[in-house]
T-cell receptor
Framework: AQSVTQPDIHITVSEGASLELRCNYS??????LFWYVQSPGQGLQLLLK??????LVQGIKGFEAEFKRSQSSFNLRKPSVHWSDAAEYFC???????????FGTGTRLTIIP | NAGVTQTPKFQVLKTGQSMTLQCAQD?????MYWYRQDPGMGLRLIYY???????DKGEVPNGYNVSRLNKREFSLRLESAAPSQTSVYFC???????????FGPGTRLTVT
C-alpha cells in the first residue's frame, strides 16, 4: 500500500541551527506529498505541499522541502530554527485506494537554547 | 471565521458509556474527516464524509458511528466506550479536491 515513512521519532536541535526532517514515500511515480505541523495542544496545520513541477517547494514559517524521485524522499528543511518551531511534524500523501490522506507517524522536534 | 471547532475539549468516560463528539466548520468545505491520534501511530482516519449526505469508513471505523448533519456539521459517536478508544480525536475539513485539510483543536478522551 502507498505510505510515507518518517524514520526519526524525535530530533533535538539547537536554536539557530539548521534542520532537516526526513520523509520517504513508497509507490507512485509522482505522488502528491505534504508536510503538516502540530504545535503542542493544537490541531495540524499545512506547512507545504508538492503536486508537480519545481521539486523545491516553499512553505509557511520559513520551511522548504525538496522532492527527490531517485531517493523516494520529501525532506523538510529550515536554515535556522526558532524556539517556536518546537512541534510535531507529519509527512502525508493521499492513499489512492480512497484518495484520503495517509499520515506518517510523526517526528517530534525539540529546540534547545 | 472560526475555522473548524470541536466540542468538548476534554472528556472522561467509564467503559460502556456513550458520547458524541461534535465538529463544525464555517469554510463551506465539502469534505469532513474524523481522525484519532495515538502515540507513535500518527493520525488514523476513522470516518469521512465526501459531501453532505454521504459517509464512508476509514482505516479504523470499528466502535464508531458518524452523522453528517448538514454541510457544516459532522459528529462522531461512541456507542459503548472502551479503554482502547482513549485517544485524541481530531476533526478536519477540506474542499474535497486539494488535500489541504484544516484541523480542529482536538478532543482528548479518556475511557476508564
Amino acid at each position: 500500500a502507498q505510505s510515507v515513512t518518517q524514520p526519526d521519532i524525535h530530533i533535538t536541535v539547537s536554536e539557530g541551527a539548521s534542520l532537516e526532517l526526513r520523509c520517504n514515500y513508497s509507490y507512485g511515480a509522482t505522488p502528491y506529498l505534504f508536510w503538516y505541523v502540530q504545535s503542542p495542544g493544537q490541531g495540524l496545520q499545512l506547512l507545504l505541499k508538492y503536486f508537480s513541477g519545481d521539486t523545491l517547494v516553499q512553505g509557511i514559517k520559513g520551511f522548504e522541502a525538496e522532492f527527490k524521485r531517485s531517493q523516494s524522499s520529501f525532506n523538510l528543511r529550515k536554515p535556522s530554527v526558532h524556539w517556536s518551531d518546537a512541534a510535531e511534524y507529519f509527512c502525508a500523501r493521499p492513499n489512492f485506494g480512497n484518495e484520503k490522506l495517509t499520515f506518517g507517524t510523526g517526528t517530534r522536534l525539540t529546540i534547545i537554547p | 471565521n472560526a475555522g473548524v471547532t470541536q466540542t468538548p475539549k476534554f472528556q472522561v468516560l467509564k467503559t460502556g458509556q456513550s458520547m458524541t463528539l461534535q465538529c463544525a466548520q464555517d469554510m463551506n468545505h465539502n469534505s469532513m474527516y474524523w481522525y484519532r491520534q495515538d502515540p507513535g501511530m500518527g493520525l488514523r482516519l476513522i470516518y469521512y464524509s465526501a459531501s453532505e449526505g454521504t459517509t464512508d469508513k476509514g482505516e479504523v471505523p470499528n466502535g464508531y458511528n458518524v452523522s453528517r448533519l448538514n454541510k457544516r456539521e459532522f459528529s462522531l459517536r461512541l456507542e459503548s466506550a472502551a479503554p482502547s478508544q482513549t485517544s485524541v480525536y481530531f476533526c478536519a475539513s477540506d474542499r474535497g479536491i486539494s488535500y489541504e485539510q484544516y484541523f480542529g483543536p482536538g478532543t482528548r478522551l479518556t475511557v476508564t
